[in-house]
């Protein structure tokens, strides 16, 4: 294989994100031996402690400096990458918010095929390398053949590809600025508005009740509630309920939402969107109740049950008020 | 103002249980239920919302064939004030690629000030508005759940890590994906379908796009899906059997004897 590899690296805080192992990894799929370039952009003091801590994982570093880079805007990112990547480039990008907002239109900046949210890489046969992705809600994979003969921007989904720490590559970090030049910016960054935790905190309870799309309608929440309730626990959701406004974004888990932790997490009509399972952390006993025996949740769950949540749900809380004592409804 | 959204019509996830056919190239299509994908009917509200603000014209367009004039209809119904159709066997197996090609070469055709698109469709690759973007050579912004107006430009807010949300200002025109839960699509009943039964919805193929048939269709598929499979469970989940009843008294003393709950 003649492509060139690098990888994109984002970064906060002067601390690299955990995907820059995540990336490496995924470029071993395609060459076991290589090793991808790592390729960061920024500005400051805390942009130093990144290109150095970059230096144990990666044997080359681009480092990409300049003040409008201090915040990592796309559309700038986008004109830097353009300049810098050599033709025929492999670039690999999480596919986090950064990389949904600047993978797609690079590609076509650099001609280069674009594969996207890729689960999976299978190896490379000729012009071309054989990946996994998902489609229709994660409900099928489906294996692609994408050619790289011209180059190629590779999302890979977050939490999909691991790797042992190796020993240190003891890198060299590359001053690449000066081959940038000037950044104009259509997209302006102003400011960063912070999350409210909400009238309950779901990241600090033991247990959590998780309510998804198949609670159809906003009435029922009650139903989680009263379990919830009759446990001590308290009620979370996933995307649909937030967006359908039957609950607060507060109460959201995952990578959209908050992230928790809890010691038991109760999955009500959740159909196991990889964003929604990224918020779920700390390996809680996962109890998946589902009406869609091929609901994926279920590939992912501990304990699983096909039933009708807005049945079972009173159920359970009817057993567990019996248990205590309480009056049961 | 005048804003276009680019929709598609795909089969309804939380409706189906999708199943691979026989030949594993495709899903079971028969019998599947059909919708407009959802987060192109955010973004068809949020243009309404925008126009009914500073007014203009909402224009809504869609790559695909005769079955898909049923959610351009519906879109008519909700309030845009026109559809069309870019429909061509050439086009058919277009990656996201050739999709933004044919979207882009109807764009230049006309004038719009701002495009919208769905954040993703029933490949969730998020892909088609950022590339569009990059061929028009206009702003992007992905992820977008809360447009207000400014002079000349838009302030933008996208949906980023944990629930925080990153503001910005983009000059127009641009291209915006937007997000889930940015507004309350309106509903439309049966009733709104039928009144727009008779508007009709313009279809263009590669000869009124002035396209090289090079550039789109499976000739210039850059991704080729080679099959489908069922994704393998390592594990997969215990299931539990039972009645009702038993299940639940299973599941409360998961919950007693895990959860720490007394």
Known sequence: MTNRMFAYIGHKGGIVEDSATELLAAAKAIDAVGSPTAIVTGWGPDFDVVCESLRASFPEIWKITHPSLAYANAELVRQVLVRVLPPQSILFVSHDHFGIDLSPGLSVKLNAAFASDVLAIEGVEGGSVKLVRQEFGGQVNARIRCDISSGAVINIRPGAFKIAAGPSASGTVVDKSAAVGALAARRRYLETIVAETGDVDITKHNVLISVGRGIQEKDNIAIAEELAESLGAAVSCSRPVVDAKWMEKSRQVGSSGKTVRPKVYIACGISGAFQHLAGIKGSPLLIAINKNPKAPIFQVADVGIVDDILEFLPELTNRVREARGMVVK | ?262
């Open chain 2, 1 to 262: 103002m005048e804003i276009l959204v680019c929709v598609r019509r795909v089969p309804d996830t939380s409706e189906n249980e999708i199943e691979i056919n026989a030949a594993g190239n495709d899903i079971e299509r028969d019998e599947l239920v059909y919708s407009i994908n959802e987060p192109d009917n955010y973004a068809v509200e949020e243009a309404l919302k925008i126009r009914d603000r500073v007014g203009g014209k909402v224009t809504v367009v869609t790559v695909g064939g005769d079955d898909d004039e049923e959610v351009l209809r519906r879109q008519l119904a909700m309030g845009a004030n026109q559809a069309v159709l870019l429909a061509d066997d050439a086009f058919t197996g277009s990656d996201g690629r050739g999709i933004a090609t044919v979207l882009k070469s109807f764009i230049q055709k006309g004038h719009y000030d701002l495009i919208l698109t769905g954040v993703q469709a029933d490949d969730g690759a998020a892909q088609v508005g950022g590339m569009l973007a990059a061929m028009l050579d206009y702003p992007f912004a992905s992820l977008v759940n809360s447009i207000s107006d400014e002079d000349g430009s838009l302030k933008i807010s996208r949906e980023i890590e944990g629930g925080n949300r990153e503001i910005s200002e983009i000059d127009l025109p641009c291209v915006l994906s937007i997000q889930t839960g940015i507004n309350e699509p309106r509903y439309v009943g049966m009733r709104g379908i039928r009144q727009v039964a008779s508007v009709p919805i313009p279809q263009l193929g590669i000869s009124d796009l002035e396209l090289d048939p090079a550039t789109v269709g499976a000739v210039a598929e850059k991704l080729h899906r080679i099959d489908y499979f069922v994704p393998f469970a390592s594990q997969g989940a215990e299931m539990l059997t039972g009645s009702r009843d038993k299940n639940a008294e299973k599941v409360f003393e998961l919950v007693v004897t895990r959860g720490g709950i007394r």
